[in-house]
Protein backbone atom coordinates (compact mmCIF):
# COMPACT_ATOMS: atom_id res chain seq x y z
CA UNK A 1 0.00 0.00 0.00
CA UNK A 2 1.31 3.52 -0.98
CA UNK A 3 -0.65 5.47 1.58
CA UNK A 4 1.02 4.73 4.94
CA UNK A 5 -0.61 7.97 6.51
CA UNK A 6 -2.18 7.00 10.18
CA UNK A 7 -3.96 10.94 9.95
CA UNK A 8 -7.60 10.78 9.43
CA UNK A 9 -9.60 13.79 9.71
CA UNK A 10 -13.21 14.75 11.46
CA UNK A 11 -15.49 17.71 11.13
CA UNK A 12 -17.64 16.92 14.27
CA UNK A 13 -16.19 14.79 16.84
CA UNK A 14 -16.63 11.81 17.45
CA UNK A 15 -17.62 10.16 21.07
CA UNK A 16 -15.09 7.60 21.90
CA UNK A 17 -15.37 5.49 24.76
CA UNK A 18 -12.11 3.59 24.93
CA UNK A 19 -13.90 1.70 28.33
CA UNK A 20 -15.44 -0.07 26.12
CA UNK A 21 -13.17 0.12 23.08
CA UNK A 22 -16.06 2.35 21.40
CA UNK A 23 -16.49 4.51 18.84
CA UNK A 24 -19.27 6.86 17.72
CA UNK A 25 -18.85 8.76 14.54
CA UNK A 26 -21.59 11.89 14.67
CA UNK A 27 -20.71 12.79 11.16
CA UNK A 28 -23.33 12.12 8.48
CA UNK A 29 -22.91 9.73 5.47
CA UNK A 30 -22.18 11.29 2.24
CA UNK A 31 -21.66 9.12 -1.43
CA UNK A 32 -22.55 6.09 -1.81
CA UNK A 33 -23.64 3.98 0.97
CA UNK A 34 -22.69 0.48 0.10
CA UNK A 35 -19.51 1.14 -1.50
CA UNK A 36 -18.07 3.53 0.85
CA UNK A 37 -18.80 1.51 4.13
CA UNK A 38 -15.25 -0.30 4.36
CA UNK A 39 -13.43 3.04 3.68
CA UNK A 40 -15.30 5.07 6.30
CA UNK A 41 -15.28 2.20 8.56
CA UNK A 42 -11.17 2.08 8.37
CA UNK A 43 -10.46 5.29 8.83
CA UNK A 44 -12.78 5.39 11.96
CA UNK A 45 -10.80 2.11 13.02
CA UNK A 46 -7.70 3.93 12.36
CA UNK A 47 -8.67 6.86 14.66
CA UNK A 48 -9.95 4.60 17.72
CA UNK A 49 -6.49 2.83 17.16
CA UNK A 50 -4.56 6.33 17.58
CA UNK A 51 -6.49 6.80 20.57
CA UNK A 52 -5.34 3.52 21.89
CA UNK A 53 -2.11 3.73 21.32
CA UNK A 54 -1.71 6.81 23.31
CA UNK A 55 -2.41 5.30 26.31
CA UNK A 56 0.02 4.10 28.51
CA UNK A 57 1.67 1.08 27.36
CA UNK A 58 2.81 -1.85 29.66
CA UNK A 59 4.78 -4.78 28.66
CA UNK A 60 3.83 -7.88 29.79
CA UNK A 61 5.47 -11.30 29.68
CA UNK A 62 6.53 -10.37 25.54
CA UNK A 63 2.92 -8.82 24.92
CA UNK A 64 2.05 -4.94 25.22
CA UNK A 65 -0.85 -4.25 27.02
CA UNK A 66 -2.84 -0.75 27.51
CA UNK A 67 -5.09 -0.13 30.42
CA UNK A 68 -7.99 0.96 29.28
CA UNK A 69 -9.44 4.33 31.55
CA UNK A 70 -13.38 3.98 32.96
CA UNK A 71 -16.12 3.54 30.59
CA UNK A 72 -18.10 6.56 29.85
CA UNK A 73 -20.71 5.58 27.85
CA UNK A 74 -24.02 4.68 30.20
CA UNK A 75 -25.28 1.14 29.33
CA UNK A 76 -28.29 -0.37 31.39
CA UNK A 77 -27.68 -2.26 34.20
CA UNK A 78 -29.02 -5.97 34.49
CA UNK A 79 -29.84 -6.11 37.75
CA UNK A 80 -31.46 -3.92 40.64
CA UNK A 81 -28.63 -2.14 42.59
CA UNK A 82 -27.93 -4.21 45.67
CA UNK A 83 -29.71 -3.07 48.47
CA UNK A 84 -27.90 -2.23 51.72
CA UNK A 85 -28.49 -5.69 54.10
CA UNK A 86 -29.48 -4.66 57.76
CA UNK A 87 -27.00 -6.58 59.98
CA UNK A 88 -28.15 -9.13 61.96
CA UNK A 89 -28.46 -8.55 66.22
CA UNK A 90 -25.31 -10.67 66.58
CA UNK A 91 -23.56 -8.52 64.25
CA UNK A 92 -24.97 -5.38 65.80
CA UNK A 93 -23.74 -6.64 69.26
CA UNK A 94 -20.20 -7.45 68.06
CA UNK A 95 -19.70 -4.42 66.29
CA UNK A 96 -20.22 -2.29 69.27
CA UNK A 97 -18.22 -4.44 71.60
CA UNK A 98 -15.59 -4.91 68.90
CA UNK A 99 -15.53 -8.40 68.22
CA UNK A 100 -13.94 -10.03 65.73
CA UNK A 101 -15.18 -12.82 64.02
CA UNK A 102 -11.96 -15.79 64.45
CA UNK A 103 -11.48 -18.46 61.58
CA UNK A 104 -11.99 -22.23 63.02
CA UNK A 105 -10.36 -24.85 61.28
CA UNK A 106 -12.10 -27.26 58.99
CA UNK A 107 -10.53 -29.93 60.55
CA UNK A 108 -10.42 -30.90 64.29
CA UNK A 109 -8.11 -33.56 66.38
CA UNK A 110 -10.34 -36.57 67.75
CA UNK A 111 -9.04 -37.76 70.96
CA UNK A 112 -11.37 -40.51 70.89
CA UNK A 113 -10.22 -42.03 67.73
CA UNK A 114 -6.71 -39.89 67.05
CA UNK A 115 -8.07 -38.41 63.78
CA UNK A 116 -8.96 -35.40 62.65
CA UNK A 117 -12.29 -34.69 62.14
CA UNK A 118 -14.49 -32.14 60.58
CA UNK A 119 -15.04 -29.51 62.59
CA UNK A 120 -19.11 -29.49 61.83
CA UNK A 121 -21.35 -31.84 60.16
CA UNK A 122 -21.65 -34.95 59.41
CA UNK A 123 -18.80 -37.67 60.90
CA UNK A 124 -17.72 -34.36 62.97
CA UNK A 125 -15.12 -34.90 65.60
CA UNK A 126 -15.81 -34.31 69.09
CA UNK A 127 -19.36 -34.93 68.78
CA UNK A 128 -20.60 -35.49 72.35
CA UNK A 129 -24.22 -37.09 71.11
CA UNK A 130 -22.53 -39.46 69.53
CA UNK A 131 -20.88 -40.71 73.44
CA UNK A 132 -21.49 -44.24 73.78
CA UNK A 133 -20.96 -43.63 77.51
CA UNK A 134 -22.43 -40.61 79.62
CA UNK A 135 -21.17 -41.18 83.12
CA UNK A 136 -24.03 -40.18 85.60
CA UNK A 137 -23.17 -37.21 87.70
CA UNK A 138 -23.11 -37.11 91.75
CA UNK A 139 -25.64 -34.54 91.93
CA UNK A 140 -27.88 -36.13 89.49
CA UNK A 141 -31.79 -35.81 90.68
CA UNK A 142 -33.22 -38.56 88.58
CA UNK A 143 -29.95 -40.98 88.00
CA UNK A 144 -32.10 -43.10 85.93
CA UNK A 145 -33.29 -40.38 83.34
CA UNK A 146 -31.88 -40.77 80.02
CA UNK A 147 -29.33 -39.01 79.32
CA UNK A 148 -28.59 -39.80 75.73
CA UNK A 149 -31.63 -38.34 74.60
CA UNK A 150 -31.26 -35.24 77.35
CA UNK A 151 -28.53 -34.31 74.98
CA UNK A 152 -29.76 -35.02 71.50
CA UNK A 153 -32.77 -32.89 73.00
CA UNK A 154 -30.20 -29.72 73.94
CA UNK A 155 -28.96 -29.98 70.69
CA UNK A 156 -32.60 -30.21 68.64
CA UNK A 157 -33.51 -27.16 70.94
CA UNK A 158 -30.16 -25.06 70.17
CA UNK A 159 -30.77 -25.64 66.66
CA UNK A 160 -34.18 -24.52 66.62
CA UNK A 161 -33.24 -21.88 68.86
CA UNK A 162 -30.97 -21.04 66.27
CA UNK A 163 -33.52 -20.96 63.73
CA UNK A 164 -35.44 -18.76 65.80
CA UNK A 165 -32.85 -16.40 65.98
CA UNK A 166 -32.19 -16.36 62.12
CA UNK A 167 -36.26 -15.77 61.05
CA UNK A 168 -35.98 -12.98 63.81
CA UNK A 169 -33.09 -11.66 61.78
CA UNK A 170 -35.02 -11.57 58.56
CA UNK A 171 -38.27 -9.95 59.69
CA UNK A 172 -35.68 -7.02 60.89
CA UNK A 173 -34.62 -6.68 57.69
CA UNK A 174 -37.69 -6.55 55.42
CA UNK A 175 -38.99 -4.40 58.41
CA UNK A 176 -42.19 -6.42 59.51
CA UNK A 177 -43.00 -8.92 62.75
CA UNK A 178 -42.82 -12.55 62.52
CA UNK A 179 -46.45 -13.99 62.37
CA UNK A 180 -47.62 -16.65 65.08
CA UNK A 181 -50.53 -17.84 63.26
CA UNK A 182 -52.47 -16.88 60.29
CA UNK A 183 -53.07 -13.20 59.07
CA UNK A 184 -56.05 -11.94 60.78
CA UNK A 185 -56.08 -9.00 58.13
CA UNK A 186 -57.96 -10.34 54.86
CA UNK A 187 -58.83 -8.31 51.97
CA UNK A 188 -62.06 -8.64 50.96
CA UNK A 189 -62.58 -10.87 47.74
CA UNK A 190 -59.48 -12.37 47.76
CA UNK A 191 -59.81 -15.12 49.66
CA UNK A 192 -57.20 -17.22 51.89
CA UNK A 193 -53.70 -17.37 51.49
CA UNK A 194 -53.12 -20.83 50.12
CA UNK A 195 -50.48 -21.08 52.47
CA UNK A 196 -52.97 -20.80 55.56
CA UNK A 197 -55.91 -22.55 54.66
CA UNK A 198 -57.16 -25.23 56.41
CA UNK A 199 -56.52 -29.10 54.95
CA UNK A 200 -60.59 -29.09 55.42
CA UNK A 201 -60.55 -26.27 53.57
CA UNK A 202 -57.93 -27.06 50.62
CA UNK A 203 -59.90 -30.31 50.11
CA UNK A 204 -63.16 -28.34 49.17
CA UNK A 205 -61.02 -26.11 47.23
CA UNK A 206 -59.87 -29.74 45.12
CA UNK A 207 -63.49 -31.15 45.38
CA UNK A 208 -64.46 -28.13 43.73
CA UNK A 209 -61.73 -27.25 41.13
CA UNK A 210 -62.77 -31.31 40.08
CA UNK A 211 -66.28 -30.91 39.41
CA UNK A 212 -65.15 -27.63 37.08
CA UNK A 213 -64.66 -29.80 33.91
CA UNK A 214 -67.06 -29.73 30.37
CA UNK A 215 -68.79 -33.29 32.04
CA UNK A 216 -68.52 -32.03 35.93
CA UNK A 217 -65.78 -34.56 37.05
CA UNK A 218 -67.21 -37.41 35.31
CA UNK A 219 -63.69 -38.98 34.26
CA UNK A 220 -61.27 -37.07 36.65
CA UNK A 221 -59.34 -39.66 37.82
CA UNK A 222 -58.45 -39.52 41.69
CA UNK A 223 -54.95 -39.11 42.61
CA UNK A 224 -52.93 -42.46 43.87
CA UNK A 225 -54.45 -42.45 47.21
CA UNK A 226 -56.41 -39.45 47.43
CA UNK A 227 -59.89 -39.71 49.69
CA UNK A 228 -63.02 -40.12 47.86
CA UNK A 229 -64.98 -36.58 48.28
CA UNK A 230 -67.18 -37.80 51.48
CA UNK A 231 -69.18 -34.37 51.59
CA UNK A 232 -70.58 -33.91 48.49
CA UNK A 233 -73.38 -31.89 48.91
CA UNK A 234 -77.19 -33.78 48.19
CA UNK A 235 -78.65 -33.83 45.18
CA UNK A 236 -82.12 -32.58 44.89
CA UNK A 237 -84.39 -34.61 43.29
CA UNK A 238 -87.70 -34.42 42.08
CA UNK A 239 -90.79 -35.93 41.52
CA UNK A 240 -92.02 -37.15 37.51
CA UNK A 241 -93.64 -34.83 35.93
CA UNK A 242 -96.45 -37.66 34.80
CA UNK A 243 -97.56 -39.78 38.26
CA UNK A 244 -100.32 -41.92 39.41
CA UNK A 245 -103.20 -39.77 41.21
CA UNK A 246 -103.43 -41.70 44.64
CA UNK A 247 -100.38 -40.51 45.62
CA UNK A 248 -100.75 -36.93 45.14
CA UNK A 249 -103.74 -36.92 47.02
CA UNK A 250 -101.44 -39.01 49.90
CA UNK A 251 -99.24 -36.08 49.82
CA UNK A 252 -101.82 -33.32 50.16
CA UNK A 253 -103.30 -35.15 53.00
CA UNK A 254 -99.98 -35.52 54.60
CA UNK A 255 -99.35 -30.92 53.91
CA UNK A 256 -102.97 -30.46 55.45
CA UNK A 257 -101.37 -33.12 58.89
CA UNK A 258 -98.58 -31.25 59.37
CA UNK A 259 -100.33 -27.99 59.28
CA UNK A 260 -102.90 -28.99 61.34
CA UNK A 261 -100.18 -30.21 64.25
CA UNK A 262 -98.92 -26.84 64.27
CA UNK A 263 -99.64 -25.13 67.75
CA UNK A 264 -99.67 -21.52 68.04
CA UNK A 265 -96.71 -20.38 70.62
CA UNK A 266 -98.90 -17.52 73.02
CA UNK A 267 -97.81 -15.24 75.11
CA UNK A 268 -99.80 -14.83 77.97
CA UNK A 269 -99.68 -10.85 78.40
CA UNK A 270 -99.55 -10.63 74.89
CA UNK A 271 -103.00 -11.97 74.59
CA UNK A 272 -104.34 -10.59 77.99
CA UNK A 273 -103.04 -7.35 76.65
CA UNK A 274 -105.32 -7.87 73.09
CA UNK A 275 -108.01 -9.60 75.00
CA UNK A 276 -108.38 -6.35 77.06
CA UNK A 277 -108.08 -5.01 81.05
CA UNK A 278 -109.68 -7.95 82.78
CA UNK A 279 -113.60 -7.67 83.53
CA UNK A 280 -113.13 -6.87 87.15
CA UNK A 281 -111.34 -3.88 86.56
CA UNK A 282 -113.60 -2.61 83.96
CA UNK A 283 -116.17 -2.85 86.16
CA UNK A 284 -114.24 -0.77 88.80
CA UNK A 285 -113.36 1.86 86.48
CA UNK A 286 -116.91 2.32 85.43
CA UNK A 287 -118.09 2.75 88.72
CA UNK A 288 -115.44 5.23 89.55
CA UNK A 289 -116.36 6.99 86.01
CA UNK A 290 -113.10 7.25 84.51
CA UNK A 291 -112.28 6.44 81.20
CA UNK A 292 -112.11 2.74 79.79
CA UNK A 293 -108.80 2.53 78.83
CA UNK A 294 -106.86 -0.28 76.99
CA UNK A 295 -102.83 -0.40 77.67
CA UNK A 296 -100.99 1.28 75.40
CA UNK A 297 -98.09 -1.19 73.77
CA UNK A 298 -94.99 -0.06 74.87
CA UNK A 299 -96.44 -0.41 78.42
CA UNK A 300 -97.06 -4.14 77.64
CA UNK A 301 -93.44 -4.22 76.78
CA UNK A 302 -92.12 -2.46 79.58
CA UNK A 303 -93.76 -5.22 81.71
CA UNK A 304 -92.37 -8.24 80.02
CA UNK A 305 -88.67 -6.73 79.71
CA UNK A 306 -88.87 -5.99 83.70
CA UNK A 307 -90.36 -9.74 84.16
CA UNK A 308 -88.01 -11.06 82.26
CA UNK A 309 -84.88 -9.38 84.37
CA UNK A 310 -86.34 -10.44 87.30
CA UNK A 311 -86.78 -14.03 85.72
CA UNK A 312 -82.61 -14.02 84.28
CA UNK A 313 -81.60 -12.27 87.61
CA UNK A 314 -83.29 -15.40 89.58
CA UNK A 315 -81.60 -18.14 87.38
CA UNK A 316 -78.43 -16.05 87.49
CA UNK A 317 -77.88 -15.77 91.03
CA UNK A 318 -79.65 -19.21 92.48
CA UNK A 319 -80.57 -19.27 96.04
CA UNK A 320 -80.35 -15.24 96.76
CA UNK A 321 -83.64 -13.93 97.65
CA UNK A 322 -85.67 -11.41 96.22
CA UNK A 323 -84.94 -9.34 99.03
CA UNK A 324 -81.49 -9.25 99.25
CA UNK A 325 -81.44 -8.26 95.41
CA UNK A 326 -83.68 -5.07 95.68
CA UNK A 327 -81.43 -4.33 98.79
CA UNK A 328 -78.20 -4.53 96.73
CA UNK A 329 -79.72 -2.71 94.31
CA UNK A 330 -80.17 0.57 96.93
CA UNK B 1 -35.92 -9.23 48.04
CA UNK B 2 -34.87 -11.10 51.27
CA UNK B 3 -34.22 -14.76 50.67
CA UNK B 4 -36.17 -16.97 53.41
CA UNK B 5 -35.41 -20.62 52.62
CA UNK B 6 -32.31 -21.41 53.95
CA UNK B 7 -29.34 -22.37 51.53
CA UNK B 8 -28.63 -26.19 52.18
CA UNK B 9 -25.60 -26.65 50.31
CA UNK B 10 -22.36 -24.49 49.48
CA UNK B 11 -22.52 -25.22 45.60
CA UNK B 12 -26.00 -23.51 46.11
CA UNK B 13 -25.12 -20.82 47.58
CA UNK B 14 -22.01 -20.14 45.46
CA UNK B 15 -25.03 -20.38 42.67
CA UNK B 16 -27.00 -18.21 43.89
CA UNK B 17 -23.99 -15.43 45.25
CA UNK B 18 -23.24 -15.73 40.98
CA UNK B 19 -27.01 -14.39 40.38
CA UNK B 20 -26.88 -11.66 42.91
CA UNK B 21 -27.33 -8.73 42.46
CA UNK B 22 -24.11 -6.63 42.50
CA UNK B 23 -22.36 -2.96 42.61
CA UNK B 24 -20.07 -4.20 39.66
CA UNK B 25 -22.09 -6.70 37.47
CA UNK B 26 -21.01 -9.80 35.46
CA UNK B 27 -20.84 -9.70 31.93
CA UNK B 28 -24.07 -9.99 30.61
CA UNK B 29 -25.24 -13.05 29.08
CA UNK B 30 -26.81 -14.05 25.97
CA UNK B 31 -29.82 -16.35 25.11
CA UNK B 32 -30.16 -18.15 21.89
CA UNK B 33 -33.46 -18.93 21.04
CA UNK B 34 -35.73 -19.45 18.12
CA UNK B 35 -39.21 -18.48 16.97
CA UNK B 36 -41.41 -20.96 15.93
CA UNK B 37 -39.84 -21.09 12.19
CA UNK B 38 -36.46 -20.61 10.87
CA UNK B 39 -34.88 -21.12 8.03
CA UNK B 40 -31.57 -21.28 6.58
CA UNK B 41 -29.96 -17.97 6.76
CA UNK B 42 -31.83 -17.13 10.35
CA UNK B 43 -29.82 -20.40 11.61
CA UNK B 44 -26.57 -19.22 10.11
CA UNK B 45 -27.16 -15.67 10.91
CA UNK B 46 -27.56 -17.33 14.68
CA UNK B 47 -24.67 -19.61 14.16
CA UNK B 48 -22.44 -16.31 12.95
CA UNK B 49 -23.54 -14.47 15.88
CA UNK B 50 -23.33 -17.07 18.48
CA UNK B 51 -19.64 -17.85 17.45
CA UNK B 52 -18.90 -13.82 18.45
CA UNK B 53 -20.58 -13.93 21.49
CA UNK B 54 -19.35 -17.31 22.61
CA UNK B 55 -18.43 -17.94 26.27
CA UNK B 56 -21.48 -15.61 27.36
CA UNK B 57 -23.89 -17.55 25.95
CA UNK B 58 -26.58 -20.29 26.53
CA UNK B 59 -28.62 -21.98 23.45
CA UNK B 60 -31.92 -23.04 23.44
CA UNK B 61 -32.16 -26.07 21.06
CA UNK B 62 -35.48 -26.44 20.14
CA UNK B 63 -38.22 -24.37 18.31
CA UNK B 64 -40.52 -22.12 20.75
CA UNK B 65 -43.50 -20.71 19.58
CA UNK B 66 -42.23 -17.45 21.19
CA UNK B 67 -44.44 -14.10 19.79
CA UNK B 68 -42.71 -11.73 21.74
CA UNK B 69 -44.12 -8.58 20.72
CA UNK B 70 -47.55 -10.46 21.80
CA UNK B 71 -46.37 -11.81 24.77
CA UNK B 72 -42.59 -11.34 25.66
CA UNK B 73 -42.78 -13.29 29.39
CA UNK B 74 -41.56 -16.56 28.38
CA UNK B 75 -38.43 -15.24 26.75
CA UNK B 76 -38.05 -13.30 30.14
CA UNK B 77 -38.91 -16.27 32.01
CA UNK B 78 -36.50 -18.27 30.11
CA UNK B 79 -33.49 -15.45 30.88
CA UNK B 80 -34.03 -15.89 34.45
CA UNK B 81 -33.96 -18.96 34.53
CA UNK B 82 -30.62 -19.59 32.51
CA UNK B 83 -29.47 -16.01 34.02
CA UNK B 84 -29.30 -14.22 30.69
CA UNK B 85 -30.00 -10.49 30.11
CA UNK B 86 -30.08 -10.51 26.54
CA UNK B 87 -31.60 -12.37 24.06
CA UNK B 88 -31.76 -12.76 19.94
CA UNK B 89 -34.83 -14.75 18.77
CA UNK B 90 -34.50 -15.90 15.23
CA UNK B 91 -37.70 -16.66 13.47
CA UNK B 92 -38.85 -16.57 9.36
CA UNK B 93 -42.71 -16.25 8.89
CA UNK B 94 -44.57 -15.29 5.49
CA UNK B 95 -45.63 -11.79 6.48
CA UNK B 96 -41.91 -11.55 8.40
CA UNK B 97 -39.54 -13.07 6.68
CA UNK B 98 -35.95 -13.52 8.02
CA UNK B 99 -36.55 -11.80 11.74
CA UNK B 100 -33.96 -11.26 14.53
CA UNK B 101 -35.27 -10.06 17.45
CA UNK B 102 -32.51 -8.33 19.94
CA UNK B 103 -33.21 -7.33 23.28
CA UNK B 104 -32.48 -6.95 26.99
CA UNK B 105 -34.05 -7.23 29.94
CA UNK B 106 -33.21 -5.26 33.02
CA UNK B 107 -34.52 -7.11 36.82
CA UNK B 108 -36.47 -9.58 35.69
CA UNK B 109 -38.67 -7.14 32.74
CA UNK B 110 -38.70 -6.81 29.18
CA UNK B 111 -35.93 -3.46 28.65
CA UNK B 112 -35.63 -2.85 25.18
CA UNK B 113 -36.10 -5.27 22.03
CA UNK B 114 -36.03 -4.46 18.56
CA UNK B 115 -37.22 -6.73 15.32
CA UNK B 116 -34.25 -6.73 12.61
CA UNK B 117 -35.48 -8.02 9.21
CA UNK B 118 -32.75 -9.64 7.20
CA UNK B 119 -32.52 -7.76 3.84
CA UNK B 120 -29.05 -8.90 2.68
CA UNK B 121 -26.67 -11.48 4.28
CA UNK B 122 -23.43 -13.08 3.94
CA UNK B 123 -22.19 -15.55 6.32
CA UNK B 124 -19.07 -15.45 7.85
CA UNK B 125 -18.01 -18.71 6.41
CA UNK B 126 -18.01 -16.92 2.80
CA UNK B 127 -14.80 -14.67 3.71
CA UNK B 128 -11.20 -16.60 4.12
CA UNK B 129 -9.90 -14.33 7.17
CA UNK B 130 -9.43 -16.27 10.42
CA UNK B 131 -12.59 -15.90 12.79
CA UNK B 132 -12.28 -14.06 16.04
CA UNK B 133 -10.23 -15.66 19.38
CA UNK B 134 -12.69 -17.12 21.82
CA UNK B 135 -13.65 -14.66 24.32
CA UNK B 136 -12.23 -11.59 22.81
CA UNK B 137 -13.38 -8.12 23.11
CA UNK B 138 -14.25 -6.11 20.22
CA UNK B 139 -13.71 -2.98 18.62
CA UNK B 140 -17.75 -1.35 18.47
CA UNK B 141 -18.02 1.69 15.67
CA UNK B 142 -21.20 3.11 14.71
CA UNK B 143 -21.54 5.37 11.95
CA UNK B 144 -24.12 7.53 10.34
CA UNK B 145 -26.14 9.98 11.69
CA UNK B 146 -29.48 8.37 12.56
CA UNK B 147 -27.70 6.97 15.61
CA UNK B 148 -27.70 10.46 16.97
CA UNK B 149 -30.98 12.19 15.41
CA UNK B 150 -33.75 9.89 15.69
CA UNK B 151 -34.50 8.96 19.35
CA UNK B 152 -35.53 4.97 18.38
CA UNK B 153 -32.38 4.43 16.29
CA UNK B 154 -30.31 5.93 19.06
CA UNK B 155 -31.68 3.38 21.76
CA UNK B 156 -30.82 0.53 19.48
CA UNK B 157 -27.65 1.62 18.70
CA UNK B 158 -27.37 1.60 22.69
CA UNK B 159 -29.15 -1.70 22.34
CA UNK B 160 -26.34 -3.37 19.88
CA UNK B 161 -23.28 -2.08 21.93
CA UNK B 162 -24.45 -3.55 25.05
CA UNK B 163 -25.24 -6.76 22.92
CA UNK B 164 -21.55 -7.06 21.30
CA UNK B 165 -19.28 -5.44 23.75
CA UNK B 166 -18.09 -8.70 24.89
CA UNK B 167 -16.58 -8.82 28.40
CA UNK B 168 -15.42 -6.09 30.89
CA UNK B 169 -11.90 -5.70 31.12
CA UNK B 170 -9.14 -3.00 32.33
CA UNK B 171 -6.12 -4.09 30.44
CA UNK B 172 -5.64 -5.56 26.84
CA UNK B 173 -3.01 -6.90 24.47
CA UNK B 174 -2.62 -4.59 21.57
CA UNK B 175 -2.38 -7.30 19.34
CA UNK B 176 -5.26 -8.65 20.84
CA UNK B 177 -7.49 -5.81 18.97
CA UNK B 178 -8.72 -8.49 16.65
CA UNK B 179 -12.33 -7.74 15.76
CA UNK B 180 -14.25 -4.23 14.32
CA UNK B 181 -17.76 -4.51 14.77
CA UNK B 182 -18.96 -1.40 12.25
CA UNK B 183 -23.00 -0.83 11.93
CA UNK B 184 -23.93 1.97 9.51
CA UNK B 185 -27.23 3.79 9.70
CA UNK B 186 -27.74 3.84 6.39
CA UNK B 187 -31.22 5.79 6.97
CA UNK B 188 -34.15 5.56 10.05
CA UNK B 189 -35.03 1.98 8.87
CA UNK B 190 -31.97 0.29 8.09
CA UNK B 191 -28.61 -0.88 9.63
CA UNK B 192 -25.35 -2.57 8.29
CA UNK B 193 -23.97 -5.01 10.54
CA UNK B 194 -20.13 -5.96 8.99
CA UNK B 195 -17.38 -7.37 10.91
CA UNK B 196 -13.87 -6.94 9.95
CA UNK B 197 -10.41 -7.58 11.23
CA UNK B 198 -7.82 -5.40 11.69
CA UNK B 199 -4.75 -5.23 10.32
CA UNK B 200 -1.43 -3.35 11.26
CA UNK B 201 0.88 -1.95 9.22
CA UNK B 202 3.88 0.09 9.84
CA UNK B 203 3.25 3.51 9.39
CA UNK B 204 5.92 6.68 9.79
CA UNK B 205 3.93 6.82 13.16
CA UNK B 206 4.22 5.05 16.49
CA UNK B 207 0.68 4.28 16.23
CA UNK B 208 0.44 1.92 13.31
CA UNK B 209 -1.77 1.84 10.16
CA UNK B 210 -4.79 -0.05 10.23
CA UNK B 211 -6.31 -1.90 7.05
CA UNK B 212 -9.20 -3.63 7.28
CA UNK B 213 -10.20 -7.47 5.78
CA UNK B 214 -13.45 -8.38 5.90
CA UNK B 215 -14.69 -11.32 8.61
CA UNK B 216 -18.04 -11.74 8.29
CA UNK B 217 -20.88 -11.82 8.82
CA UNK B 218 -22.29 -9.30 6.36
CA UNK B 219 -25.91 -8.59 7.46
CA UNK B 220 -28.06 -5.82 6.03
CA UNK B 221 -31.22 -5.50 8.57
CA UNK B 222 -34.27 -3.56 8.52
CA UNK B 223 -36.31 -2.22 11.38
CA UNK B 224 -39.57 -3.63 11.78
CA UNK B 225 -41.47 -3.61 15.03
CA UNK B 226 -40.05 -2.27 18.33
CA UNK B 227 -40.36 -2.32 22.03
CA UNK B 228 -37.91 0.11 23.56
CA UNK B 229 -38.29 1.08 27.69
CA UNK B 230 -39.89 4.47 28.30
CA UNK B 231 -37.20 6.79 29.75
CA UNK B 232 -37.98 6.39 33.34
CA UNK B 233 -37.70 3.15 33.29
CA UNK B 234 -34.01 3.50 31.24
CA UNK B 235 -32.90 6.03 33.62
CA UNK B 236 -33.42 4.10 36.57
CA UNK B 237 -31.47 1.16 34.58
CA UNK B 238 -28.60 3.05 33.77
CA UNK B 239 -28.20 4.11 37.52
CA UNK B 240 -24.73 3.88 38.74
CA UNK B 241 -24.12 2.60 42.43
CA UNK B 242 -23.24 4.96 45.05
CA UNK B 243 -20.16 2.86 45.60
CA UNK B 244 -18.55 3.29 42.29
CA UNK B 245 -19.33 7.02 41.57
CA UNK B 246 -15.91 9.39 41.98
CA UNK B 247 -16.36 11.07 45.36
CA UNK B 248 -15.95 14.56 44.73
CA UNK B 249 -12.95 16.68 46.42
CA UNK B 250 -13.76 19.93 48.08
CA UNK B 251 -11.78 22.89 47.08
CA UNK B 252 -10.32 21.79 43.81
CA UNK B 253 -10.53 22.59 40.23
CA UNK B 254 -9.04 22.08 37.04
CA UNK B 255 -8.38 25.03 34.73
CA UNK B 256 -8.09 25.06 30.82
CA UNK B 257 -4.67 23.66 31.08
CA UNK B 258 -5.61 20.94 32.82
CA UNK B 259 -3.76 22.22 35.72
CA UNK B 260 -4.99 20.97 39.85
CA UNK B 261 -6.50 24.23 41.32
CA UNK B 262 -6.73 23.92 44.72
CA UNK B 263 -6.91 26.01 48.01
CA UNK B 264 -5.22 24.81 51.14
CA UNK B 265 -5.97 25.64 54.51
CA UNK B 266 -2.78 25.61 57.09
CA UNK B 267 -3.56 24.98 60.28
CA UNK B 268 -2.16 27.21 62.82
CA UNK B 269 1.65 26.94 63.16
CA UNK B 270 3.02 25.79 66.45
CA UNK B 271 6.31 28.10 66.48
CA UNK B 272 6.54 27.09 70.23
CA UNK B 273 7.54 23.58 69.44
CA UNK B 274 9.08 23.84 66.25
CA UNK B 275 12.92 23.15 66.45
CA UNK B 276 14.32 25.98 65.38
CA UNK B 277 17.90 26.78 65.38
CA UNK B 278 19.48 27.07 68.99
CA UNK B 279 21.09 30.34 69.83
CA UNK B 280 22.03 31.73 73.34
CA UNK B 281 20.04 35.03 73.11
CA UNK B 282 16.81 33.00 72.45
CA UNK B 283 17.11 31.05 75.14
CA UNK B 284 14.61 31.36 77.46
CA UNK B 285 16.00 32.31 80.98
CA UNK B 286 14.52 30.71 84.19
CA UNK B 287 12.09 32.89 86.17
CA UNK B 288 14.51 34.86 88.90
CA UNK B 289 13.21 33.75 92.45
CA UNK B 290 11.77 37.04 94.30
CA UNK B 291 14.67 37.16 96.53
CA UNK B 292 14.07 37.70 100.46
CA UNK B 293 14.23 41.11 101.34
CA UNK B 294 16.79 41.32 104.00
CA UNK B 295 19.00 40.15 100.91
CA UNK B 296 18.75 42.97 98.54
CA UNK B 297 21.53 45.36 100.39
CA UNK B 298 24.20 42.34 99.95
CA UNK B 299 23.79 42.55 96.57
CA UNK B 300 23.96 46.40 96.54
Known sequence: MADKSTEVEKAIDPIIDLGNLLFIDREPLQGDLNEGLEERARKNTQLLFNNIWQLEQKRVEEAITVTLPPTTYRLPREKKLPEKKE???????????????????????????????????????????????????????????????????????????????????????????????????????????????????????????????????????????????????????????????????????????????????????????????????????????????????????????????????????????????????? | MVRVEKIKTKKGKRV??????????????????????????????????????????????????????????????????????????????????????????????????????????KSASNFETSKMTLGSKPCIILEGSAFESDSDMKRIGNLMIDWFRGPKTDTIRLEGLETVIVFTALDDKSLALRVYRPLLKKSSTATPRVELAEMGPSINFEVMRKKLADDALFKLACKKPKALMKKRRKNLSEDVFGNQLARVHVGKQRTDDIQTRKVKALRKTPLVEAAPENEIPMEE
Open chain 1, 87 to 330: PTKWEKYAKEKGIEKRKKDKKVFDEATKEWKPTYGYRRGNDNTKDWLIEIPDNAEDPNKDFFAERREQKKERVAKNEMQRMKNLARQMKTTVKSGPSTEKIIGVGIDAKEKSKQQVRFAVDRAKLATASAGKFQEGLKGEKVNVKTGKKRKFEANEAPVSGEKERALQILQRMKSKKAKIVEEKAAAIAGPAREQKEKKEKSGAKAQTRQKSQIHRQQWFKNKVDGKKKGTAGASKKKGANKRK
Open chain 2, 16 to 121: LDERASKTVENDKKTLFCRGTKTNEIINHAMMDLYDMKKPLTTKMDKHNPYHLFEDETPIVRAGSKFDTSMFVLGSNSKKKPNCLTFGRTYDGQLLDMAELRITAY
